[in-house]
């Protein structure tokens, strides 16, 4: 199954997925491509595929994204291969902006869709400069764009607010373990139990 974790910049999508990636087996996380600079905390290939605007668009022109999007002025997708190469029966972790949970939504895949809030647009504020890994200017813009980007909440299907990052965690990995007994996805465990009842 897909889980596709939306929110602002900053909102602490990052964070709350590190956490779940450690704690949770059987979870993968989706490595986006972007044309957006590397940060020194990152690493290419663990956080993103850190590649320039004409390999990003090369890749658009060969039809290698499920989704893709302009973020704070830089390219954002999640590869074809990301998704389809995920393992035997794993859950996959995505960690895209609203156009991108937007076009996911419109493929009908099977995905759970989660949006995750910070307690206050103060609080937020506040991370972002914290975290200091963006100019004024970046975060100034990524503040800008949260406002615009909140007003999607309720197309999603959870909604998680960041204020203690412990319960956060916990909510996530309850959505995802959830998600895994829905019907749907409990059927090919099911059959055996029923055929040892002679069902
Ligand atoms: P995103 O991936 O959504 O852009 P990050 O995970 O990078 O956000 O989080 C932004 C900043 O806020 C980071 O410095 C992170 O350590 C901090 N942070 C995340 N969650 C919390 C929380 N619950 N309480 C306080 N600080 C947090
Ligand atoms: P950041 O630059 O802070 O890592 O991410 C900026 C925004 O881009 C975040 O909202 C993040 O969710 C989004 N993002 C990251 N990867 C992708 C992707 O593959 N597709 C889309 N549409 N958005 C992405």
Request: charged share 35%; net charge positive; hydrophobic share 40%.
């Amino acid at each position: 199954m897909l889980i596709v974790v939306t929110g602002p910049s900053g909102s602490g999508k990052s964070t709350i997925l590190r956490h779940v990636l450690r704690d949770l087996r059987g979870v993968r996380f989706s490595v986006s491509h972007t044309t957006r600079p590397r940060r020194p905390s990152e690493k290419d290939g663990r956080d993103y595929h850190f590649v320039d605007r004409a390999e990003f668009e090369r890749k658009i022109r060969r039809n290698a994204f499920v989704e893709w999007a302009v973020v704070h002025g830089q390219l954002y997708g999640t590869s074809k291969r990301e998704v389809t190469s995920r393992g035997k029966g794993g859950d996959v972790l995505l960690d895209i902006d609203v156009q991108g949970a937007r076009q996911v939504r419109a493929l009908d895949l099977d995905a759970v869709f989660v949006f995750i809030l910070p307690p206050a647009f103060r609080e937020l504020k506040r991370r972002l400069a914290g975290r200091g890994e963006d100019k004024p200017a970046i975060v100034e813009s990524r503040l800008k764009t949260a406002r615009l980007e909140i007003k999607d909440y309720d197309r999603f299907d959870y909604i998680v607010i960041n204020d203690r990052l412990d319960r956060a965690v916990l909510e996530l990995e309850s959505i995802i373990l959830a998600s895994r007994c829905r019907l749907s996805e409990r059927k090919a465990q099911v059959r055996p139990i029923l055929r040892s009842f002679g069902a």
